[in-house]
């Protein structure tokens, strides 16, 4: 029998509405394959916990951006990647391979976006409290910075001493628009951390136009992650709409529009989250209609997904270690990764799907709580999860790990990083390396004064 696809039912165009990635297959012997790979090879090679990045679902979710913007936005458009989700060099090369620029929140993500190549007019700095140190590399690099609040304009102004090179900035605003997976409320004031206050938003453009060391070039603002709704976006667009619209009242040259990220991912059966090309379209529309109706010229249109992009291409496997049955109460099977790793279930509650790499397609006959290695009772990746029964040493997948997880990660327990891979046309290649256990020695210093 020849190779089959592990999904029934696979949207090759949206990644983010499958629970794996689009190149995942069952070889003749029933073992699982991603990216043209074994995973139990993989595994072998490289270890485990192993986090796996399927290069075909990365590409494929950046094209998806990028033609439904060609095709659903009249005006011109930059998506870029939120790094936040998953920062890397090789991932950041990927990205700006398919004409991405990215969205960096400290030093470390901008100098790995610079570090790909990613050109600092294409890349756009966040934070709630940026550093003078992060602003002055952004303002050297001639990257966008998104003004949050006064700090940053205090800062700002300390660092811009050549007039003539004016900042490129743009101006965070809190849309009073809150969103869960399944509900969203609109609201005058948010209690948000990040950006200005709408009654804000008239003082702090009247303040900037009277300085010459910035030259105000977008409104932005982010309304949530994990979003299955379309309207919260609707709502959104009007709302950027006015702040463009008062912004060149005021005489600012404001010329893009971005509206932050947030769609949503499949990560078990029942989450049914709008194809990219939906996301975009309703973005595109609502922008398009709303810059209409106030007569604006149509600006740059830009967003920023990260989930979306990045965590469908995602797996990480960790090969099943201990086993234990309360009886009438639940089995554990613990793994050789968990919190550390995949900080989310303990963090978020967050639900993941899981299945054994070499016996992807058995009868699953028992219901397991999958637990973590971790000095911890919380940690539990996944609390109800349906497998065949499996023996120790076998090799578990998760899938949808591709975002905010090695990013998120820590060495709690003094727990090494994983490694990570990239896999392709039946080739992989390490991303970034595993740590060791004296690694994370390295670091620590010993008083002189305790030396005996
Ligand atoms: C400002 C901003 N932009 C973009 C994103 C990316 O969101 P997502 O990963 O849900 O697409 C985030 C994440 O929370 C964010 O805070």
């Given at each position: 029998m020849d190779r089959r696809p592990y999904?029934?039912?696979?949207d090759l165009k949206s990644p983010?509405?499958?629970?794996?990635?689009?190149?995942s297959e069952i070889d003749e012997q029933g073992k699982l394959m991603v990216g043209g790979c074994l995973l139990s090879a993989l595994a072998d090679e490289y270890g485990t916990p192993l986090y796996v990045i399927d290069e075909n679902s990365l590409r494929t979710s950046c094209k998806a951006y990028k033609n439904s913007l060609a095709e659903h936005y009249e005006g011109q458009s930059l998506p870029l990647y939120a790094s936040k989700a998953n920062s890397s060099i090789a991932i950041s090369t990927v990205i700006c391979q398919e004409g991405f620029g990215l969205d960096a929140v400290s030093e470390g993500e901008l100098i790995t976006a610079l570090k790909a190549g990613i050109a600092g007019e294409n890349i756009v700095l966040h934070g709630n409290n940026k550093s003078k140190e992060e602003l002055k590399l952004a303002y050297e690099q001639g990257v966008n910075i998104v003004i949050d609040n006064y700090h940053d304009i205090q800062l700002l102004e300390s660092i811009v001493i050549d007039k003539d090179r004016p900042a490129n900035i743009m101006l965070r605003l809190t849309p009073g628009i809150e969103c869960h997976t399944h509900d969203y409320i609109k609201t005058g004031?948010?209690?948000?951390?990040f950006g200005f206050d709408p009654d804000q938003l008239e003082d702090v453009l009247i303040e900037l136009?009277?300085?010459?060391?910035?030259?105000?070039n977008g409104i932005h603002a982010h309304i949530g992650?994990?979003?299955?709704?379309l309207e919260p976006h609707r709502d959104l667009a009007s709302v950027l709409a006015d702040a463009l619209k008062l912004a060149k009242s005021i005489g600012h040259p404001v010329k893009n529009l971005n509206v932050g990220g947030g769609l949503g991912i499949r990560y078990t059966e029942s989450d049914d989250p709008p194809s990219i090309n939906e996301w975009v379209k309703c973005i595109s529309t609502s922008v398009s209609n709303a810059c209409k109706e106030r007569d604006l010229e149509l600006p740059r249109l830009i967003c920023e997904p990260g989930r979306s992009l990045i965590a469908p291409a995602g797996i990480t496997l960790y090969r099943i270690g201990s086993r234990k049955t309360i009886p009438g109460i639940r089995t554990y099977l613990s793994v050789d990764g968990g919190m550390s790793d995949n900080p989310r279930p303990i963090t978020y509650q967050s639900l993941y799907t899981a299945c054994l790499?070499?016996?992807?397609?058995?009868?699953?006959?028992e219901t397991v709580t999958i637990a973590g290695k971790h000095c911890e009772s919380g940690d539990v990746l996944i609390q109800e999860c349906l497998l065949p029964k499996s023996e120790s040493g076998e090799l578990l997948v998760v899938f949808a790990t591709g975002a905010y997880n090695a990013s998120m990660s820590s060495n709690y327990n003094r727990i090494p990083s994983p490694a990570a891979v990239i896999v392709g046309d039946g080739m992989s290649d390490l991303i970034q390396q595993r740590q060791k256990p004296e690694d994370l020695l390295s670091f620590d210093l010993l008083p002189k004064r305790f030396e005996r």
């Amino acid at each position: 029998m020849d190779r089959r696809p592990y999904e029934a039912k696979l949207d090759l165009k949206s990644p983010n509405r499958n629970i794996s990635p689009i190149t995942s297959e069952i070889d003749e012997q029933g073992k699982l394959m991603v990216g043209g790979c074994l995973l139990s090879a993989l595994a072998d090679e490289y270890g485990t916990p192993l986090y796996v990045i399927d290069e075909n679902s990365l590409r494929t979710s950046c094209k998806a951006y990028k033609n439904s913007l060609a095709e659903h936005y009249e005006g011109q458009s930059l998506p870029l990647y939120a790094s936040k989700a998953n920062s890397s060099i090789a991932i950041s090369t990927v990205i700006c391979q398919e004409g991405f620029g990215l969205d960096a929140v400290s030093e470390g993500e901008l100098i790995t976006a610079l570090k790909a190549g990613i050109a600092g007019e294409n890349i756009v700095l966040h934070g709630n409290n940026k550093s003078k140190e992060e602003l002055k590399l952004a303002y050297e690099q001639g990257v966008n910075i998104v003004i949050d609040n006064y700090h940053d304009i205090q800062l700002l102004e300390s660092i811009v001493i050549d007039k003539d090179r004016p900042a490129n900035i743009m101006l965070r605003l809190t849309p009073g628009i809150e969103c869960h997976t399944h509900d969203y409320i609109k609201t005058g004031h948010l209690d948000s951390k990040f950006g200005f206050d709408p009654d804000q938003l008239e003082d702090v453009l009247i303040e900037l136009i009277n300085k010459k060391w910035a030259l105000l070039n977008g409104i932005h603002a982010h309304i949530g992650s994990q979003i299955f709704e379309l309207e919260p976006h609707r709502d959104l667009a009007s709302v950027l709409a006015d702040a463009l619209k008062l912004a060149k009242s005021i005489g600012h040259p404001v010329k893009n529009l971005n509206v932050g990220g947030g769609l949503g991912i499949r990560y078990t059966e029942s989450d049914d989250p709008p194809s990219i090309n939906e996301w975009v379209k309703c973005i595109s529309t609502s922008v398009s209609n709303a810059c209409k109706e106030r007569d604006l010229e149509l600006p740059r249109l830009i967003c920023e997904p990260g989930r979306s992009l990045i965590a469908p291409a995602g797996i990480t496997l960790y090969r099943i270690g201990s086993r234990k049955t309360i009886p009438g109460i639940r089995t554990y099977l613990s793994v050789d990764g968990g919190m550390s790793d995949n900080p989310r279930p303990i963090t978020y509650q967050s639900l993941y799907t899981a299945c054994l790499a070499d016996r992807p397609l058995n009868e699953a006959d028992e219901t397991v709580t999958i637990a973590g290695k971790h000095c911890e009772s919380g940690d539990v990746l996944i609390q109800e999860c349906l497998l065949p029964k499996s023996e120790s040493g076998e090799l578990l997948v998760v899938f949808a790990t591709g975002a905010y997880n090695a990013s998120m990660s820590s060495n709690y327990n003094r727990i090494p990083s994983p490694a990570a891979v990239i896999v392709g046309d039946g080739m992989s290649d390490l991303i970034q390396q595993r740590q060791k256990p004296e690694d994370l020695l390295s670091f620590d210093l010993l008083p002189k004064r305790f030396e005996r």
